[in-house]
Each structure stands twice: as C-alpha cells, then as structure tokens.
C-alpha cells in the first residue's frame, strides 16, 4: 500500500492529538507501518495544534512536506484554512463546521476572517463540512466532537469501522467509552 498522509489541526483542547493517537492506532491494528508527529504550539492557551500521521506498507518519516496530505482534517474552519498549504491538489478536507473567534480578533486587535465557509468551499474542491460540535452537544456530551470527526474521517480511509472501535477502546477510560462510541457511530454514518 501506497503511504497515506493525514494532518490533523486545530486549537488547544480541542481533541486533535488524541484523535491522531485513535488514527495510528487503527492503522497498527491494520497492520500498517505508521508514523506519528505532532507539534503544540501554544496549546494549552487555545494556540494551534497539529498532528500529522502517516500509514502504508512502509513509512520513512512521520513529516508530511507542504502539499503532501492527502487528508486534512480541521477541527474548525479557520484553522482549515491556515493550514492549506499542507493538502495535496485533489486532496481532501475534513473540517468541523465551527467558528472560533481568535483572541486577537475578540479583543480587537484584528479584524474577522468574512466568509470562512465560501473561502474553504474555493480552497478545497473535495470538501467534506460537519457539524461535529451540535452532534456531540445532541448525544450530551460537547467534548466528543473529535470523535465524531474520527467518525466521519473512518470513511475516508481503508480501514474497517471494527478496527476503528478497537482503538477506541485501546486509548479511551471505560468511564468514557460509551459516549465515545456512540459519537464515532454519530460521525460515520455522516
């Protein structure tokens, strides 16, 4: 199998590395070599965060270079759109249909971004927009929103959804895995 390349972005506590953790961990139950990097940025202040992972019979480098995702997925839509340069032309964008108001923005220091759903539908042809966020506040639980974009991203890629709910149970507390499943079940039937 050709190497797949997904990157995975979005602001701290969002969810973005531990849904590039359920990511490789699916491809390792597949039986896929895998490589993992991620960079923090200034996360835990609501600062980027990306995730990048890579999968296929053999992985050299967890890096995906500019222009080498075939798979972007954004956990809201500014951050998709910042972050184009990495997907490949005829790549495919997963972004989560959600507006954060940067600090810089909200304290008047810059002016909003206008028409951020008219720019990513001109910036990726092979869009895919989900309201990951209402899904999770709709089965009562607002921070399973990565999980249903996990859930979503689940069919995109060659792995079987049994794989994927495997994963989940390998990364996720017991506590937190009924919710979680029920969030993935939610994104893949998107």
């Given at each position: ?24 961990r699916t491809a390792a ?10 960079i923090h940025g200034m ?148």
């Amino acid at each position: 199998m050709d190497t797949v390349s997904i990157s995975l972005v979005g602001v701290g506590g969002q969810g973005t590395l531990l849904t590039s953790d359920v990511l490789a961990r699916t491809a390792a139950i597949a039986g896929m070599d895998v490589k993992k990097s991620e960079i923090h940025g200034m996360a835990q202040r609501g600062g980027s965060v990306i995730s990048q992972v890579r999968f296929g019979s053999k992985v050299y480098s967890p890096i995906v270079s500019e222009g080498g995702s075939d798979i972007l997925v954004a956990f809201e839509k500014l951050e998709a759109i910042r972050w184009r340069e990495l997907v490949k032309a005829g790549g495919a964008a997963l972004v989560n249909d959600l507006d954060l108001v940067p600090v810089t923005v909200s304290s008047g220091q810059q002016p909003a971004f206008p028409e951020t759903e008219a720019t990513l539908r001109k910036i990726y042809p092979r869009l895919t927009l989900i309201d990951a966020q209402g899904i999770a506040v709709a089965i009562g639980n607002a921070r399973t929103a990565n999980i249903v974009l996990c859930g979503a991203l689940a069919r995109m890629t060659p792995f079987a959804k049994e794989q994927w709910q495997q994963a989940l149970r390998d990364r996720l507390p017991a506590k937190l895995l009924a919710v979680n499943l029920e969030a993935f079940e939610r994104g893949y039937g998107y």
